[in-house]
C-alpha cells in the first residue's frame, strides 16, 4: 500500500484528483446503501436512482467551478468550455430543480415523512462526502504538499495508536509517538518545486505544469536563537547563531504542527461519530471495514488544511487577475487601467507627467 502510494503521488496531480474522485464515489456508495437497507424494505421508487443523480450534479457544479478558477486560460481557449463556463451555475441549477420534480414525483401517499428523511439523508451524504472531498482537490491544485502532509499526519496516528493498542492497551499515548514523522516529510518536500508550487496550464505547451518560485513558506530564513537557549548553550555572541535547519522550513513548520494538533484533537470525535451505526460502513477492506471508515478524518483533516490556506496563505494571484481581465471587454480594461494608473499616481508609485501625458 505504501508502494503504490508513492506511485499514484509520483503520476502527478491530475492522477491523485481521479484517486480523490474515486474514493469519494465509493463512500457514497458506502453511506447511501445503509439507507437504502431501510428504504428498501418499504418498496418505494427512485431512491437510489435519485442520490447518484444528486451526486452527478454535485459534482458537476463543483469540478466545473473548479475548472474555470484555475484553469481560466485554457477554458477561454476552447469554444465549448467558455460556453460551459458562461451558464456553468444556470445549468448546475437546472439540473438540480430537474432532480427535485423526480423527488416530487416519487412521493408515495402514507410515506411521506419517510422520502423526505431518506432525502434529507441523501443531502446530508452530499454535504459530507462531496464537499470535503472538493476541499481536498483544492489544496491538491495548491500544492502536493498540502495534499500529502495532512493525510501523513492521519495515517501516522492511526497507526501509532493501532501499535500503542495492541502492546499496551494504551490508545491516547500514540499522539506524541508519531509527531516527528509528518514534520521530517514536510521539511524534505518543501525542497522540491515539484511538492509545493500549484497546477497551472501552460498555454504554450498545451499541458499542466507544476513549477513556480517557492514563496516564503518554503524558503531559508533565518532566526535568531532565543537568549535562554544561547545562555544554555554558551553561544553568546554577535550576531547570535541561528539553526538552519530548523529555520528553513520554519513557516511550514507552524502549519505542520497546527495540523498535528488539529489531528490529535479531532481524531476521538471522528473515532466514536460512526458509533452510532450498528456497524462498519461495509466490509471493503477485510479487517478495515468500509472505505468510508478509512476516510472519515481525512475529509475533516482536509477542511482544516482548506480554511486555514484560505485564512492565513493564500493571497491574490496576479496571473488569475490578468487572466481575467483580458476577458473584459476593452472599453472595461482601458476604464480599469486608468483608474489602476490614477491610484499608483496617487500613491507616488508613478510620476504625475505621465498621467498628463
Not at 107 to 127: A, D
Amino acid at each position: 500500500m505504501i508502494s503504490f502510494f508513492f506511485f499514484i503521488i509520483y503520476l502527478g496531480p491530475m492522477v491523485l484528483m481521479m484517486i480523490v474522485l474515486c474514493v469519494q464515489i465509493k463512500c457514497f456508495q458506502e453511506i447511501i446503501t445503509i439507507g437504502y437497507s431501510v428504504y428498501h424494505s418499504y418498496h418505494l421508487p427512485w431512491f437510489r436512482t435519485l442520490s447518484w443523480y444528486f451526486l452527478l450534479c454535485v459534482n458537476y457544479f463543483f469540478y466545473g467551478e473548479t475548472v474555470t478558477d484555475y484553469f481560466f486560460t485554457l477554458v477561454q481557449r476552447e469554444e465549448p468550455l467558455r460556453i460551459l463556463s458562461k451558464y456553468h451555475r444556470f445549468i448546475s441549477f437546472a439540473l438540480y430543480l430537474t432532480g427535485f420534480c423526480m423527488f416530487v414525483l416519487s412521493l408515495v401517499k402514507k410515506h411521506y415523512r419517510l422520502q423526505f428523511y431518506m432525502f434529507g439523508w441523501t443531502h446530508v451524504t452530499l454535504l459530507i462526502v462531496v464537499t470535503q472531498s472538493h476541499l481536498i482537490i483544492h489544496n491538491l491544485f495548491e500544492g502536493m504538499i498540502w495534499f500529502i502532509v495532512p493525510i501523513s499526519c492521519v495515517i501516522c496516528n492511526d497507526i501509532m495508536a493501532y501499535m500503542f493498542g495492541f502492546f499496551f492497551g494504551i490508545r491516547w499515548r500514540a499522539d506524541r509517538g508519531w509527531v516527528p514523522c509528518p514534520c521530517y516529510l514536510s521539511y524534505v518536500m518543501a525542497g522540491y518545486r515539484y511538492f509545493v508550487c500549484p497546477v497551472e496550464f501552460n498555454s504554450d505547451s498545451n499541458s499542466f505544469t507544476v513549477d513556480c518560485q517557492p514563496s516564503e513558506l518554503f524558503q531559508l530564513q533565518e532566526y535568531p536563537l532565543p537568549a535562554v537557549l544561547q545562555s544554555l548553550t554558551g553561544w553568546v555572541r554577535t550576531p547570535r547563531p541561528t539553526i538552519s535547519r530548523i529555520t528553513r522550513l520554519r513557516p511550514l513548520l507552524k502549519t505542520s504542527c497546527l495540523s498535528l494538533e488539529f489531528c490529535v484533537l479531532q481524531r476521538p470525535v471522528e473515532d466514536y461519530t460512526p458509533r452510532g451505526f450498528p456497524k462498519d460502513f461495509a466490509n471493503t477492506i477485510p479487517g478495515h471495514g468500509g472505505i468510508m471508515d478509512r476516510f472519515d478524518c481525512q475529509y475533516l483533516m482536509a477542511t482544516f488544511v482548506n480554511v486555514y490556506i484560505a485564512s492565513f496563505i493564500r493571497g491574490p494571484n496576479p496571473s488569475k487577475v490578468i487572466q481575467q481581465l483580458l476577458a473584459l471587454r476593452l472599453d472595461q480594461q482601458l476604464q480599469i487601467f486608468n483608474s489602476l494608473k490614477a491610484h499608483l499616481t496617487e500613491r507616488g508609485l508613478l510620476p504625475a507627467n505621465e498621467v498628463a501625458a
